[in-house]
T-cell receptor
Framework: AQSVTQPDIHITVSEGASLELRCNYS??????LFWYVQSPGQGLQLLLK??????LVQGIKGFEAEFKRSQSSFNLRKPSVHWSDAAEYFC????????????FGKGTRLHILP | EPEVTQTPSHQVTQMGQEVILRCVPI?????FYWYRQILGQKVEFLVS????????KSEIFDDQFSVERPDGSNFTLKIRSTKLEDSAMYFC????????????FGSGTRLTVV
């Protein structure tokens, strides 16, 4: 069965510092991987997704993620965070059937220090 | 950019009442989904829908829940007799099987059962 682990419930970084949010997945076949961001009381916005090809994926708002099959990881990075990046971040995995459900991790809440 | 539209944005209902949450998926999408997020928790899959029938449902999606596509544009989630524990944010999503695979989520309906 698919599963997603986000080991960090909360992360705090200073504005301007670099960021890495961890995500590990469990899936038997080639996974489809996503990162979503959610501001308080808001919906889910897709940051980036990986299906195949280049394992370094660029997304919106300056985020990128790297798929590492050997580590079953899909970590999200940003070189310099802004105060507006404070939000909840969800990693998710989808099955090979592109119409299948996607499974979310429990999320990582990012706090930004001024 | 195409959007998934959900109405209402917030609904308050009394325990035991029926509620219908409405969604307008992206027009050329064929696969539709409902997800639920209890406050402070992760996003959970409820049900997927394709070709006018349920493709898959989770254990959460019991007999109190039903989905329908009453016309060519709307996709609804009905909760027959609401319970306090049904209080959550409900997200609708749609996707297609094209190369630009990636769920598009609506902004959600916050359901409060009192």
């Amino acid at each position: 069965a698919q599963s997603v682990t986000q080991p960090d419930i909360h992360i705090t970084v200073s504005e301007g510092a670099s960021l890495e949010l961890r995500c590990n997945y469990s899936y038997g076949a080639t996974p489809y991987l996503f990162w979503y961001v959610q501001s308080p009381g808001q919906g889910l916005q897709l940051l980036l997704k990986y299906f195949s090809g280049d394992t370094l994926v660029q997304g919106i708002k300056g985020f990128e993620a790297e798929f590492k099959r050997s580590q079953s990881s899909f970590n999200l990075r940003k070189p310099s965070v802004h105060w507006s990046d404070a939000a909840e971040y969800f990693c998710a995995v989808g099955a090979a059937n592109r119409d299948d459900k996607i499974i979310f991790g429990k999320g990582t809440r990012l706090h930004i220090l001024p | 950019e195409p959007e998934v539209t959900q109405t209402p944005s917030h609904q308050v209902t009394q325990m035991g009442q029926e509620v219908i949450l409405r969604c307008v998926p992206i027009s050329n999408h064929l696969y539709f989904y409902w997800y639920r997020q209890i406050l402070g928790q992760k996003v959970e899959f409820l049900v997927s829908f394709y070709n006018n029938e349920i493709s898959e449902k989770s254990e959460i999606f019991d007999d109190q829940f039903s989905v329908e596509r009453p016309d060519g544009s709307n996709f609804t989630l009905k909760i027959r007799s609401t319970k306090l524990e049904d209080s959550a944010m409900y997200f609708c999503a749609s996707t297609d099987r094209g190369s630009d695979y990636g769920y598009t989520f609506g902004s959600g309906t916050r359901l409060t059962v009192v």
